[in-house]
């Protein structure tokens, strides 16, 4: 080769060499991210979202343009089922937000899941860093379901319809009310206490004949005077109601249940009282009823003549349940009846010194709570049911004693639990003033007792209703919001289903005597005191109130 091209050959690839040294690298392609997303222009940046428009539109901004190509099908909603809804995908800041709308409206009070896949990338390749999933849950269908109606007449409708509980639902052999829907031959003690108030209702608004209701009562009566098993004339939780045998509502608790015992002669003694007609009939019901209630040994209760009662006693465990019965809770009636009885009474000092602890700390309270200072109790007030078990046949209004205003204590209570629901602290979806009412009721999969300081976001209809006499106006508000507005989730054949719980959107389907029971007996309260006049026509409810320190206008 000439010298001098071969010169020029490697000079050329050494520039060639050199060009391949200093080309640009490949540009970097930065990942997408998604920086937020909205619904309906309202941001959020959790995970679930609550109150979503069943028209809502879901816009998901990322920090670049997408490529349209890769988003089918990468962003979704989908059902409760797993079935995805048609949707229909449009753009906008220049392909930076993807608009996600279903193509129809979605459906109210429903639980959907809208998932953004990371196969998604941007238009200049950059892959998605993450994908994410929303839970969404659709807004309530503020729609009548039910004609409007008077406020009398939806007073009268709820009465009726939760009576048929008891009517329609007793046991065929006993009559005595059923534990809950679902629970055959086992009947409740107290719940049937409550029960036969609401028959004395019944028939007192015409919802059955005095015949029919006499027939059910000599049914009840005598069940539970020759067939039902009692403990020193007290009587189980739980009976069958075909046999009259105990079934044990646990273990060791297969004996006598004085609290429940005592809900039941609130009953009875109710009963007594209105069945009032001279003739054979009323008056051997009368006396049977009079066999009953005078053959409980309150006294027994004592356990080797403590100042205080218990709970339990079991022939086959004796006293190791180990509950002595002190307030502030549901269990006054028990104390007052207890001071009543005129074969089996107990001492001022049992209540005083047993119930009250003479006023301690632990029975009285004095706390102002949402603008309401409540007399007794524990921190929020408790459950709503310590305002009303005992209250079904004890008139709260123009009672005192020397440690509280019966009026001040049911009502603030109330009160108190409305305002708690009101403000919503823990945000919980649905509540309001139309939306409130925290007691013991069926949760999602168990039961517990709602409070103030155990508020899951679980409401009961039981605890409002019942409040009629002690909120008439807050309850009237719920009562039309729970009939109109959600009648088509907690309405049914026997009245309000037992609780329900908008943020997890659960409704149960059970009725519990112990809840069905206070609706109609408190409504029936607040509108003719029937059975708080029923009760406290009681001679010896009277005298046993007044050794005990109590004052009323009805004393």
């Known amino acids: 080769m000439n010298p001098t091209k071969a010169v020029i050959l490697c000079g050329v690839l050494f520039v060639l060499a050199s060009c391949r040294k200093k080309k640009d690298p490949p540009p970097v392609v930065t990942p997408m991210s998604l920086t937020n997303w909205s619904i309906t222009n309202n941001s959020n940046k959790l995970g679930t979202y609550y109150d979503a428009s069943v028209g809502m539109a879901v816009r998901f901004r990322f920090n670049a343009p997408v490529k349209r190509s890769t988003v089918t099908g990468m962003v979704t909603i989908a059902n409760a089922g797993g079935g995805n809804i048609s949707c229909n995908i449009s753009y906008e800041a220049s392909d930076s937000v993807i608009v996600l709308k279903p193509a129809s409206n979605l459906s109210f009070l429903t639980k959907y899941k809208v998932s953004v896949v990371n196969n998604i990338t941007s238009a200049a390749g950059g892959a998605l ?105 007290a009587f ?86 180990n509950m002595p019965i002190r307030g502030w809770n549901e269990c006054l009636i028990t104390y007052v009846l207890a001071a009543s009885s005129t074969t089996h009474g107990v001492p001022a000092t049992v209540y005083s010194q047993g119930w009250t602890g003479n006023g301690s700390a632990g029975f009285t309270n004095g706390g102002n709570y949402n603008g309401y200072v409540l007399p007794l109790g524990p921190p929020g007030g408790g459950p709503l049911f310590f305002e009303h078990y005992s209250f079904m046949g004890i008139k709260p209004v123009g009672l005192s004693d020397a440690y509280a205003n019966y009026q001040t204590q049911t009502v603030n209570h109330s009160k108190i639990n409305y305002e708690y629901c009101r403000s919503n602290p823990n945000s919980w979806f649905g509540y309001s003033d139309s939306v409130w009412g925290l007691t013991a009721s069926d949760i999602q999969n168990g039961y517990t007792a709602s409070s103030p300081t155990n508020d899951i976001g679980t409401i009961a209809p039981t605890a409002a209703l019942s409040s009629f006499p002690y909120t008439p106006t807050e309850s009237m508000k719920v009562m039309k919001y729970f009939y109109y507005v959600l009648g088509d989730k907690i309405w049914g054949d026997y009245g309000f289903y037992d609780a329900f719980n908008l943020k997890d959107l659960w409704f149960a389907n059970s009725y519990l005597a112990i809840d069905q029971g206070p609706i109609i007996v408190m409504i029936e309260n607040y509108r003719s005191g029937l059975l708080w006049n029923l009760f406290t026509s009681c001679p010896e409810v009277k005298n046993g109130m007044l050794s005990l320190g109590f004052s009323a206008p009805y004393l």
Not at 166 to 193: C, K, M
Not at 246 to 251: W, Y
Not at 272 to 298: C, H, K, M
């Open 129 to 233: 860093l993450a994908g994410t999933e929303i839970t969404l849950y659709t807004s309530i269908d503020s729609s009548r379901k039910f004609p409007v109606i008077s406020d009398n007449a939806l007073l009268d409708l709820v009465q009726q319809q939760t009576f048929k509980y008891f009517w329609d639902f007793g046991h065929p052999v006993s009559g005595l009310a059923r534990e809950r829907n679902s629970s055959g031959d086992i009947v409740t003690s107290g719940g049937s206490g409550f029960g036969i108030m609401a028959m004395v209702t019944g028939v007192s608004r015409n919802f059955i004949t005095r015949a029919q209701g006499l027939t059910r009562m000599q049914t009840i009566v005598s069940f539970l005077k020759n067939t039902a098993q009692k403990f020193h004339g």
């Open 236 to 321: 189980p939780h739980w009976l069958n109601g075909a046999t009259g045998t105990v079934v044990p509502f646990s273990t060791k608790d297969n004996g006598a249940d004085l609290v429940e015992t005592s809900y039941l002669m609130e009953g009875l003694l109710c009963a007594r009282q209105y069945f009032n007609d001279p003739g054979v009939a009323e008056t051997n019901l009368r006396n049977d009823i009079n066999s009953i209630w005078n053959g409980v040994e309150w006294d027994w209760f004592r356990h080797g003549g403590q100042n205080v009662l218990y709970w339990h006693w079991s022939p086959d465990y004796n006293w190791d349940m």
